[in-house]
């Protein structure tokens, strides 16, 4: 094979190959199993990248700095396929010789590909065989179907990110900034009893199965991050999570079959989001419920009117639990650097809510906030 036809071939071979990585990652709307893949390499090479530079920086920027990541990554990406896609036709163009005679360097071959992609039509350099005006033709759809799909991707992309964030804000007053379970559970003890907390877990058991279908539709969903450092989608599951394996086993008269069901769609994310980005569980890792913390969470559910078990047996069963859901968000908090809450609240914390009231002083807002909304119980 002589070499003009090598490169014509070598062009078309990557044509098809950014075609269908734009396929797999934006229309397909399915996990893609297959390991070697030009965007999971991508994101692999700058994710890691950009994490070691934004260590360089302090504490009160680097959240800012992770938050740059995905949408930016975006952009690049999607600038890195249209480029390809001009080179790659600019080989075929350049391996066809089928332009003007004034056209028959590459870099002649790159000019006209590049106008005919983004359909410039500037006429200075036309193809001459019959050949080349088809591979134009094909040039040109292609770029206009490309711009088509990237400008009906990202409104589809920014409803689900969209759709994401709103239900994470509304955990602000419903389990606190950054959320936790003994919150969650002891702020939905109210006049409803249990009726309440099995509405809110019903709630979020859709939304950990939205979670899920949108980050295996779009994985780059999973590095755009919330407004506040002290909320993500992760740290949302991670509440439900434990709201969840704890109605089912430390609650006396509660709703353990609607537990159950979140329990299990929230575990099902956690574990489809680890196959997404190839994250191995870390089974050693912090104990997030230690037994004083444990015996604090009982005494402050008891004292919000709620009936939390202390047999011994009612403990192992939870620590089953966690073990089932917790080595899964310690890879995915590693990954993302996104901090994992805890099962209660610290001391002294202040939900988000508290304070938007900005221009009063401050003994003003805590004096507001005590007469119009939820209490912390911790």
Same mark, same amino acid.
């Given at each position: 094979?002589?070499?003009? #036809?090598?490169?014509?071939?070598?062009?078309?071979?990557?044509?098809?190959?950014?075609?269908?990585?734009?396929?797999?990652?934006?229309? +397909?709307?399915? &996990?893609?199993?297959?390991?070697?893949?030009?965007t &999971?390499?991508? %994101?692999?090479m700058?994710?890691?990248?950009?994490? *070691?530079?934004?260590?360089?920086?302090?504490?009160?920027?680097?959240?800012?700095?992770?938050?740059? %990541?995905?949408?930016?990554?975006l952009?690049?990406?999607?600038?890195?396929?249209?480029?390809? #896609?001009?080179?790659?036709?600019?080989?075929?163009?350049?391996?066809?010789?089928?332009?003007?005679?004034?056209?028959?360097?590459?870099?002649?071959?790159?000019?006209?590909?590049g106008?005919?992609? +983004?359909?410039?039509?500037?006429?200075?350099?036309?193809?001459?065989?019959?050949?080349? &005006?088809?591979?134009?033709?094909?040039?040109?759809?292609?770029?206009?179907?490309?711009?088509?799909?990237?400008?009906?991707?990202? =409104?589809?992309?920014?409803?689900?990110?969209?759709? *994401?964030?709103?239900?994470?804000?509304?955990?602000?007053?419903?389990?606190?900034?950054? =959320?936790?379970?003994?919150?969650?559970?002891? *702020?939905?003890?109210?006049?409803?009893?249990?009726?309440?907390?099995?509405?809110?877990?019903?709630?979020?058991? $859709?939304?950990?199965?939205?979670?899920?279908?949108?980050?295996?539709? %779009?994985?780059?969903?999973?590095?755009?991050r919330?407004?506040?450092?002290?909320?993500?989608?992760?740290?949302?599951?991670?509440?439900?999570l434990?709201?969840?394996?704890?109605?089912?086993?430390?609650?006396?008269?509660?709703?353990? $079959?609607?537990?159950?069901?979140?329990?299990?769609?929230?575990?099902?994310?956690?574990?489809? #989001?680890?196959?997404? +980005?190839?994250?191995? =569980?870390?089974?050693?890792?912090?104990?997030?419920?230690?037994p004083?913390?444990?015996?604090?969470?009982?005494?402050?559910?008891?004292?919000?009117?709620?009936?939390?078990?202390t047999?011994?047996?009612?403990?192992?069963?939870? !620590?089953?639990?966690?073990?089932?859901?917790?080595?899964?968000?310690?890879?995915?908090?590693?990954?993302?650097?996104?901090?994992?809450?805890?099962?209660?609240? !610290?001391?002294?914390?202040?939900?988000?809510? &508290?304070?938007?009231?900005?221009?009063?002083?401050?003994d003003?807002?805590?004096?507001?906030?005590? *007469?119009?909304?939820?209490?912390?119980?911790?």
């Amino acid at each position: 094979m002589n070499p003009p #036809l090598l490169t014509a071939f070598l062009g078309v071979f990557l044509v098809l190959l950014v075609l269908w990585e734009a396929f797999e990652t934006i229309v +397909f709307p399915r &996990r893609v199993t297959r390991r070697t893949r030009l965007t &999971r390499l991508f %994101y692999r090479m700058t994710w890691t990248s950009w994490k *070691r530079i934004v260590r360089i920086f302090p504490n009160s920027h680097k959240d800012n700095l992770l938050g740059i %990541y995905g949408p930016l990554s975006l952009i690049l990406l999607l600038s890195i396929w249209a480029s390809m #896609l001009v080179v790659s036709f600019g080989l075929v163009h350049w391996g066809l010789a089928g332009l003007s005679e004034e056209g028959n360097s590459f870099t002649a071959s790159l000019y006209f590909s590049g106008s005919t992609f +983004f359909t410039l039509g500037i006429g200075d350099l036309k193809p001459l065989t019959r050949l080349a &005006r088809f591979i134009t033709v094909v040039e040109s759809g292609t770029g206009l179907g490309f711009l088509a799909i990237v400008i009906g991707y990202l =409104p589809a992309l920014n409803q689900s990110f969209s759709r *994401r964030e709103v239900n994470i804000s509304l955990l602000d007053s419903r389990a606190g900034s950054p =959320p936790t379970a003994a919150e969650m559970l002891s *702020r939905h003890n109210d006049e409803f009893g249990m009726q309440s907390i099995r509405q809110v877990l019903h709630e979020w058991e $859709r939304w950990s199965a939205e979670l899920l279908e949108s980050h295996l539709s %779009y994985p780059v969903l999973a590095y755009f991050r919330s407004q506040h450092d002290n909320q993500s989608w992760l740290a949302a599951l991670t509440s439900i999570l434990d709201a969840g394996a704890f109605v089912m086993v430390g609650l006396e008269g509660a709703c353990a $079959r609607q537990a159950q069901l979140t329990f299990a769609m929230a575990r099902h994310a956690v574990v489809d #989001l680890c196959l997404i +980005f190839r994250l191995r =569980p870390v089974w050693h890792h912090p104990d997030r419920l230690p037994p004083e913390v444990l015996a604090h969470l009982r005494s402050g559910l008891s004292a919000a009117g709620l009936r939390p078990r202390t047999d011994r047996e009612a403990g192992l069963k939870l !620590e089953e639990l966690q073990a089932m859901y917790e080595p899964y968000l310690f890879a995915l908090s590693a990954f993302f650097l996104l901090s994992l809450p805890p099962w209660i609240p !610290e001391p002294g914390g202040v939900d988000n809510w &508290r304070t938007s009231v900005w221009d009063l002083a401050d003994d003003e807002q805590e004096k507001l906030a005590r *007469r119009t909304g939820p209490q912390r119980h911790f």
